[in-house]
């Protein structure tokens, strides 16, 4: 009996822990969404090299994707599951196999390339672009090894990829400069990426979106 009290005052601390948590403590934030993401190139454009930059890795000791492989990109506001292709031609004719369940699309050109190259970069881009899977996807596209000498610009990249008609069918594509040598600014482009996959696909936004217009 002399524990009683003991007991009983134990109960009510813990009594009164628990509604201090319920009543003043804060909840854990959400986590983040995670979206499906298709990634294209043909071969050396850079694909690798740049989702391993994207996860703080070293990107000296990467390989050429033979097939396919699937990384997570972690980002402030969102985690990105990209599904890397291949870019050698026997595998791009098999890219439409992965097309399905995509949240968005992300395509790597060599500005540094020739001509020849560039070429068959348009030739393959426009192709994913005309794709039923991701005609109403959104797009980026990377204009990537600015840090090599006498590489196109990114608005040069625009003309030789042929983008003005794209862009007034595509509005959710974006053109963005990227290398390997600027993790900061790829960092950036890519929150922006996930920025416009979260106002199509969050169901917060579509929430207020939803929402009557009210006058002022």
Request: charged letters at 25%; one cysteine or more.
């Amino acid at each position: 009996m002399s524990d009683l009290p003991g007991i009983c005052c134990g109960l009510c601390r813990i009594g009164c822990f628990q509604a201090y948590q319920a009543c003043c403590c804060i909840k854990e934030a959400p986590p983040n969404p995670t979206y499906n993401i298709i990634c294209l190139g043909i071969s050396n454009a850079g694909k690798t090299t740049l989702l391993t930059i994207l996860k703080f890795e070293n990107p000296d000791a990467v390989v050429p994707t033979i097939g396919f492989s699937v990384q997570d990109i972690l980002l402030p506001n969102a985690t990105l599951k990209v599904k890397e292709l291949g870019g050698a031609a026997p595998v791009r004719q098999y890219w439409s196999r992965y097309y399905s369940d995509v949240h968005g699309a992300i395509f790597v050109v060599d500005c540094s390339c020739t001509e020849e190259e560039m070429k068959e970069t348009r030739e393959e881009l426009h192709k994913a672009l005309r794709d039923p899977h991701l005609s109403s996807v959104p797009w980026l596209i990377l204009c990537n090894k600015q840090d090599v000498d006498g590489t196109v610009t990114e608005d040069r990249a625009f003309e030789e990829l042929s983008l003005a008609d794209v862009t007034r069918e595509h509005q959710d594509l974006r053109l963005r400069s990227s290398s390997k040598s600027d993790r900061d600014s790829l960092h950036v482009v890519m929150e922006e990426f996930a920025s416009k996959l979260d106002k199509l696909y969050s169901p917060h936004t579509q929430d207020e979106a939803t929402q009557p217009m009210t006058s002022i």
